[in-house]
């Protein structure tokens, strides 16, 4: 089996991390492997398997004959050096903002729309976290019962916001436990008992680019630019895995019982949904979890064909590491690289 | 002025103690106050003011010459003690689940419906901590642009279930910080850094007790019992207040200016929305803020006169204590007593 050259940017946070865990788990099939950070980390040590892999910092000639690229370091240096791949005749697959809305870049969910890798240009999208998540049920409904709109609450994990926003939920939590000053960096206000109703910077529509992006990316992700979608995202004093409650309305007529099976017919989809046993998806349920898991799945009756449902997936994985592994994969499995 | 003999029964419960502070703070015109809790406690101390009250169980003749009795001792005692007060000539004015959909009882927040206290039976239902704070909302919302439909989503605090239910999530996270054994009691899942989708118990439409209160209860207060209402109820781990996300179709079109307006000129309704300074409602927020707080207030494109935003409220106080004293105030100002 031919193997690749494979470069993790970004390696040393925690969904670079989970990439190369990821990668290890799944095989995936690798030659050389280059581990890439910021000039603080160079020099670091990380063990992949029996290698131990030196931190590098971005040098000319660093992307020569790497095949691809998995970058989660932040939109900035995805603009930056992800050019410098593609140059290089590599192939990027992008965990953060830079390139999703960019019409050259394929937005990727493997289950959903891994067709569209077929006509990528060397770099390729991985989604939002919270939209990885919810678009890997909808869809399965799109297709069976068509969807007319979507509203959508989610219930978000500090990990989201990075390894120093866990550190920070972890040390507020002691202090205020303690009855000591509760020290603010990462969040803007208290996370520790406490929500914030607000994930990523404001926009001039007062949503937030959390928001936007959980609608923008899902009318490109389902191809369906004209779904009426709204979201509100409120980050929760969770450490890790993403809750979600949706309310859709959907075109057709449906029998909640067909939803159900539905879901438990699609591919890394797990309905936990027994209310008499008082079981559906918790977000710790997600940590040994690759699966997106969905419950509380009920007829909404305030509407015509409409739907209320629960689920949770790990943020890491299926939201960012997972999705980008899986993309990598399919790349492989279809002859893309 | 006149007097009137009040009686707190579950005294020593959380919304019990809040209810003593609430008519000390608010100088309710108290002749005898009689503190009632479970013959556990009975014997205890509890200071009020300069009187040093003993805690009392209920007996025979307990309920003789009180005028207005405040209930928050569960449902059964409810059921059970509240007809005693009632033969005795006194007012209840009930917290708990006991009687809010009984025809005979108002269920009512003064704001919002308090004229409804003039056809009072001596039973006054004081509604549930998540509507009391989301109906001083509508009401405006209701008279000026007309409602249409809602969707509802919590994020509530587990002060909402009492004191041993915050023992657990402060034990579980002091647990999960030491990498110790989560211990469950109250809950039914780990609390702890976890969101629980469930509130009460489940019922037969697969929606949980506290999901059919939000949409019940909203349509007798609101007298509008065709009002198209769904709820997803969530428990996160946050203490104090509740956080509720609100998508509401409105019957008629409007500005978003004159929805922050009229809640401006809402009493007891603080409008806090100042998306460039990154300021909304939080839940820590509400802990000496007796106002229902509002904020992220914005059009929702994805249907005709659409609006999304977000609320927090003190769940003990505004939720509960306040709530019930300001019905007995009402009694009092109305010569309803």
Redesign the interface.
């Known amino acids: 089996m031919k193997k690749y050259n494979v470069a993790v940017v970004g390696a040393t946070g925690l969904v670079g991390r989970e990439m190369l865990k990821t990668l290890s788990q799944r095989d995936f099939p690798i030659d050389q492997l280059k581990v890439i950070a910021s000039e603080r980390s160079e020099g670091k040590k990380i063990q992949f398997e029996d290698r131990e892999l030196t931190v590098e910092s971005v040098r000319e000639g660093t992307f020569e004959s790497i095949d691809i690229a998995l970058f989660s370091a932040g939109s900035g240096v995805s603009k930056e050096v992800a050019p410098q791949v593609k140059s290089a005749g590599g192939i990027v697959i992008d965990n953060s903002n830079a390139f999703r809305m960019d019409p050259d870049a394929p937005l990727v969910v493997p289950e959903v729309n891994g067709e569209d890798l077929r006509e990528h240009q060397q770099i390729i999208a991985n989604p939002n976290c919270s939209t990885i998540q919810m678009v890997m049920l909808l869809k399965p409904l799109a297709e069976k019962f068509g969807l007319k709109?979507?509203?959508i609450?989610t219930?978000q994990a500090v990990s989201g916001a990075g390894k120093k926003a866990v550190d920070e939920l972890?040390e507020q939590?002691?202090a205020y436990?303690n009855k000591e000053e509760i020290k603010k960096e990462n969040f803007?206000?208290?996370i520790a008992?406490?929500?914030?109703?607000?994930i990523d910077v404001?926009l001039d529509?007062?949503?937030t680019k959390e928001e936007m992006k959980m609608v923008n990316e899902t009318h490109k992700i389902l191809h369906d630019p004209d779904l009426?979608?709204?979201a509100?995202c409120?980050r929760?004093?969770?450490?890790f895995g993403h809750?979600e409650?949706l309310?859709i309305e959907l075109q057709n007529d449906f029998k909640i019982e067909a939803v159900k099976e539905l879901f438990s017919q699609t591919k890394n989809v797990e309905v936990i949904d027994n209310?008499?046993a008082?079981e559906?998806?918790?977000?710790?349920d997600t940590e040994n979890n690759d699966n997106v898991l969905v419950?509380?799945?009920?007829?909404?009756?305030?509407?015509e064909n409409?739907i209320?449902l629960?689920l949770t997936a790990n943020n890491l994985r299926k939201g960012a590491a997972l999705n980008a592994v899986q993309i990598a994969e399919y790349l492989v499995e279809n002859n893309l690289v």
Chains 1, 2 share one sequence.
């Open positions: 709109r979507l509203v609450n219930y972890i939590t002691k436990l803007n206000h208290q008992f406490n929500a914030i109703p607000q404001f529509n007062d949503y009426p979608v709204t509100t409120v929760i004093p969770v450490i809750g409650s309310n209310p008499a008082e559906y998806p918790l977000q710790i419950g509380r799945i009920r007829r909404d009756n305030s509407v409409g209320n629960w």
